[in-house]
């Protein structure tokens, strides 16, 4: 039900949120690759960095303090409640 949230979610406030000149690595893709089995095992962000030629520090610390954070106000936006 989660994955269905993050593909559909229709503000491109996932897809906005990138590390600067590469917006293959958005916060949407990088959720869909590192949290939901689309691959078996998921992406590790080492692969990620790999492919999009990406600082490895950069990605890591763009997840860390943009993506997560941006997935939170999400979730609570769609009613998610923790417990």
Known sequence: ???VYIEQYPNKQLQ???PRKHPECN???LTQRL???FNNPPD???DI???SQINYQTLVSHW???AIPLLGEVAIKVGYESN
């Open 1 to 3: 039900m989660k994955e």
């Open 64 to 66: 860390k303090l943009k």
């Open 44 to 46: 590790t962000l080492a």
């Open 16 to 18: 906005n949120c990138y």
């Open 35 to 37: 949290l939901f089995i």
């Open 27 to 29: 916060c949407k893709v």
């Open 49 to 51: 960095a790999r492919e």
